[in-house]
């Protein structure tokens, strides 16, 4: 069962950075979107950005502007760097692949992804 890996969630201060990875050991990401989604206590998984195969990419609007997504097909890793962190960015974040898409639409539709590993959490707090 293919399920992808999240690093890189902490603790940051406002204004702070991160930047978040998502591996897939044995599968290869190179074929399809790959979606990043949050989820804060309480509130539904939301899509927060999407790289296409091509590398085209989406990014819900709450974030653009300050969290940019890039893929690494040679090392089967997709990155979401996350600058001006506020503390509504507050949540556990994940990846997925789109099993239906190689691009990105603005619906990121939960049902089109599956390997959902299990999250890093990012606490935006000072």
């Known amino acids: 069962q293919v399920q992808f890996v999240e690093s890189g969630g902490a603790l940051v201060q406002p204004g702070g950075s991160l930047r978040l990875s998502c591996a897939a050991p044995?599968?290869?990401?190179?074929?399809?979107?790959i979606g990043w989604f949050r989820q804060a206590p309480g509130r539904e998984r939301e899509g927060v950005s999407c790289?296409?195969?091509?590398?085209?990419?989406y990014y819900a609007d709450s974030v653009k502007g300050r969290f940019t997504i890039s893929r690494d097909n040679a090392d089967n890793t997709v990155y979401l760097q996350m600058n001006n962190l506020h503390p509504e960015d507050t949540a556990r974040y994940y990846c997925?692949?789109?099993?239906?898409?190689?691009?990105?639409?603005?619906?990121?539709?939960?049902?089109?992804?599956?390997?959902w590993g299990q999250g890093t959490p990012v606490t935006v707090s000072s």
């Open positions: 790289v296409g195969r091509s590398g085209s990419a």
């Open positions: 044995g599968f290869g990401l190179d074929y399809y979107a």
């Open positions: 997925a692949a789109n099993l239906l898409r190689s691009v990105c639409v603005e619906s990121m539709a939960k049902y089109e992804y599956d390997y």
